[in-house]
């Protein structure tokens, strides 16, 4: 029974920043994959950033240079710093963690208006 809660959405104005986090009710030293998709309306959940555990970071082209994935294994948080927001972004954030299984946060909206 591994829990993820993600939490620090919200409503952004074009060019604004937040910080998502993602709290593991596990040690994420011991999970092989951690990362965060994205869902848009009418869109396919997409892949926005990923780190293992030994620290490779992949981010999709759409947020190179903008976001930046990291992990704090003290705290088993999972974090996403969103700079330079921009209204595409928009979306619910689901954070995931790989073990033998995935598991899934329940997402936080992130609104970015113009």
């Known amino acids: 029974q591994v829990q993820l809660v993600e939490s620090g959405g919200g409503l952004v104005q074009a060019g604004g920043s937040l910080r998502l986090s993602c709290v593991v009710s596990?040690?994420?030293?011991?999970?092989?994959?951690m990362g965060w998709y994205r869902q848009a309306p009418g869109n396919q959940r997409e892949l926005v950033a990923s780190?293992?555990?030994?620290?490779?970071?992949n981010y999709a082209d759409a947020v190179k240079g903008r976001f930046t994935i990291s992990r704090d294994n003290a705290k088993n948080t999972l974090y996403l710093q969103m700079n330079s927001l921009k209204p595409e972004d928009t979306g619910v954030y689901y954070c995931?963690?790989?073990?033998?299984?995935?598991?899934w946060g329940q997402g936080t909206q992130v609104t970015v208006s113009s």
């Open positions: 596990a040690s994420i030293s011991s999970i092989n994959a």
């Open positions: 780190i293992t555990s030994g620290g490779n970071t």
């Open positions: 995931y963690a790989l073990k033998l299984y995935p598991f």
